[in-house]
């Protein structure tokens, strides 16, 4: 007879300066890794079982990410109490929102309704050392007004197989960015961060691998004056081999949100 297997859908935050991604994997600090570890400390001998929603990449952080917990046999007696326990345990640079009870037909990735990512940067003079963690730096001159208008190219549907990692496997490159744009941060602040600071916000149901990042890169080159808006535009359509190469640093990017069906 199978045992009961009990379902809770759990937020986290957490700083991805210092960790190799949320995938688990031998030999490396990793998000995942961290979170079990912390499960079997205080589960003791209970069966249990992650899956995450999205697996950033290494020095990716996350202002909402989400997994979801199975565990056999008993429920969490008091969620708000296990809430707390699993917080008193967690290392500093990870903290859990929230952990609701969902049903066993839930799934975690097919009930992703919408990802929003943003990529926070400054240019100019070099930053305070305290902002490597969250905040790209280009000691250069940008067009931000051109950048701004190369970002909204992104947003409807388009083939981005010129805008990710390419695998073996069969990838789909056309997905829909459902916005796209870069304003001035007033989103994460600090007294050490630069008096400006600039945020790439887009929103989409999926992404490919450095998709995000690929696509930043590419609005550096044009804030750069070494790419044009017309090449973006061709980068954008079925057929046209014009990979991308400028894949932004891992550490301005932050998983911002995730809203679920």
């Known amino acids: 007879m199978q045992p009961k297997r009990f379902y809770y859908l759990i937020k986290v935050q957490y700083l991805g300066y210092r960790l190799h991604g949320w995938q688990r994997q031998p030999g490396f600090k990793t998000v995942e890794g961290l979170i079990k570890k912390t499960f079997k400390f ?40 296990f809430l707390k326990l699993l917080n008193k345990n967690l290392p500093s640079d990870i903290k859990a929102l929230d952990i609701q009870e969902v049903d066993g037909k839930f799934n975690i990735i097919q009930d992703s309704k919408l990802k929003e990512y943003h990529y926070l940067f400054s240019f100019g003079d070099k930053n305070h050392p305290f902002c490597a963690p969250l905040l790209t730096n280009l000691q250069e001159t940008l067009d931000i007004e051109l950048m701004v208008q190369g970002a909204k190219l992104f947003e409807g549907l ?8 390419r695998s073996s496997g069969k990838s789909i490159y056309e997905r829909e960015v459902q916005f796209s ?81």
Not at 55 to 66: G, I, K, L, P, Y
Not at 158 to 165: A, E, G, L, P, R
Request: charged share 25%.
């Open 42 to 81: 205080i589960l003791t001998d209970r069966r249990f079982k992650l899956l995450g929603s999205s697996r950033t990449d290494a020095m990716v952080s996350a202002n909402e990410s989400a997994f979801e917990l199975f565990l056999e046999e008993e429920p969490l007696e008091e969620i708000s109490d």
């Open 158 to 165: 388009h083939h981005f197989q010129n805008f990710c990692v």
């Open 181 to 261: 744009e870069i304003h001035e941060n007033t989103i994460y602040t600090a007294n050490f961060f630069p008096e400006k600071s600039y945020v790439f916000v887009v929103k989409g149901s999926g992404f490919l691998r450095y998709q995000i990042r690929l696509m930043m890169g590419t609005l550096f080159q044009l804030g750069k004056g070494e790419l044009s808006l017309e090449d973006i535009k061709k980068s954008l359509k079925e057929g046209v081999d014009n990979q991308m190469t400028y894949i932004a640093p891992a550490s301005g990017l932050i998983l911002h949100k995730i809203e679920f069906i």
